[in-house]
């Protein structure tokens, strides 16, 4: 699979590395620096993580190679029709976990797939039901952990997804970041 395409992972997450390694596909890592994140006020909710992750892809086309193709991703997390993006600080993640205690929210993903001749973009939604939260568990969660790099202040492959996912409905791997599944499903199909 993939014989003619050198992959480049266009991200610095440990966990988005780890997934596509366990793919077995050969790729590197090739991150630009100061790639904007933002995206128009009136984009529909269900479809800013697949905008931010073309926008991030876009930042890269005048780099391929005629044989590369990149993979960008972009997580949000979303309770009702608010996003809930990385936290900023201690207590803007205590408010995040808060607002998800004993709800069911929507992690989406979106990914970006593209070579100089060819762009695919598309996003994977998964619903997670946490169960209510005390405040000790929520202060310990932050102070051992420091989710300040998650969106929705949470991992969902740390203490926190251990103890307080009670329904999951769709793709475990997209809570982590990047939905590998039908990554694999998109190459195959490349």
């Not at 086309?61 to 608010?82: C, F, P, Q, R, Y």
């Not at 797939?113 to 568990?137: G, Q, W, Y």
């Amino acid at each position: 699979m993939m014989k003619d395409l050198k992959i480049i992972l266009a991200s610095n997450s440990p966990r988005r590395k780890e997934l596509l390694k366990g793919l077995d596909i050969d790729f590197e890592v090739k991150v630009l620096s100061d790639i904007e994140e933002s995206y128009p006020g009136d984009l529909p909710v269900s479809e800013v993580a697949s905008y931010i992750a073309g926008e991030k892809a876009d930042a890269y086309k005048e780099l391929l190679a005629d044989d590369e193709l990149v993979i960008t991703a972009d997580t949000i997390v979303v309770l009702g029709s608010e996003i809930l993006g990385k936290p900023s600080d201690e207590a803007d993640a205590r408010r995040m976990l808060q607002e998800l205690s004993g709800k069911t929210h929507q992690v989406i993903t979106g990914v970006c797939m593209m070579t100089r001749e060819k762009r695919r973009v598309f996003s994977v939604i998964t619903d997670v039901t946490f169960k209510a939260f005390t405040d000790e568990e929520i202060t310990h969660y932050i102070t051992k952990y420091q989710p300040y790099d998650k969106a929705g202040a949470y991992g969902i492959q740390e203490w926190i997804g251990y103890i307080g996912v009670t329904a999951l409905n769709g793709s475990y791997f997209n809570v982590m970041g990047f939905p590998v599944q039908r990554i694999y499903s998109e190459l195959q199909r490349w």
